[in-house]
Structures are given as C-alpha cells and as structure tokens.
C-alpha cells in the first residue's frame, strides 16, 4: 500500500504491485465490518474469489482489494464488471491471444507466399 499503486472505483479500491520473486500471484480482500453482518461480509468474499479464480491473473502480481460500502446493493454480474475493469485498469490480467485473429493473419500469410511470391 505504501508504493501507491492503485485503481479504484465507486465500489472498490485495488492496491497492486509486481512481485517477480514469487511464481504464484498472491492477493487479499478486505470488506469493512460496516458493510454488514458476518455473513454478508462473507458473501462478498467467496463472490470476489470466485471472480478472481474464474480471471486469468499474472503469476508475478500481488493486490489488494477493498470492498466499499456502496457495494452492498452490487448483484454478481455487476460486482463481476467493476472488479474486471480494475483488473483491466490494473494491468494484471494475463495477455490473451485473440485465435481467430491470429489464424486469419497466418493464413493470410499462407496465400500470399503461395500465390504472389
């Protein structure tokens, strides 16, 4: 938190950083005891993780991420949005290969050696 690496929200906070040293992200989520009960607390986490697992994180990146209070009227699909985008703003996602893209381009390739070179 003290690098002041972070992205945010109006319902969350994302403090990030590179650590190269290790081989598996790690990450932390935190949800303010004013957000609710013990169990609404703990719905917003196992929701959090499971968008986290479901993402395709780099290995070498370490966050923190903080739920606000505004959160709490947040269904899944949009809490699923907002923490995507900061991990799009974040630059934390693994670099995707788009396949369609690269096979039109290998086969544009293809066809250009064989018929005009």
Known sequence: MSKRNTVGN????????????NL???FAI?????YGKAHERNLMKRRIRE???VNDIDSTSEFFLIAKLKSS????SKIKEYVEDLFKKARILKERVK????IKLLLLLRWYFLYLA
Request: aromatic fraction near 20%; charge should be positive.
């Open 30 to 34: 935190s949800v303010p005891k004013k």
């Open 10 to 21: 109006s319902y969350f906070v994302l403090y990030h950083q590179k650590n190269h040293g």
């Open 99 to 102: 396949w369609k893209q690269k």
């Open 73 to 76: 009227d947040l269904d899944f």
């Open 24 to 26: 598996n992200f790690r």
């Open 51 to 53: 968008i986290i697992k």
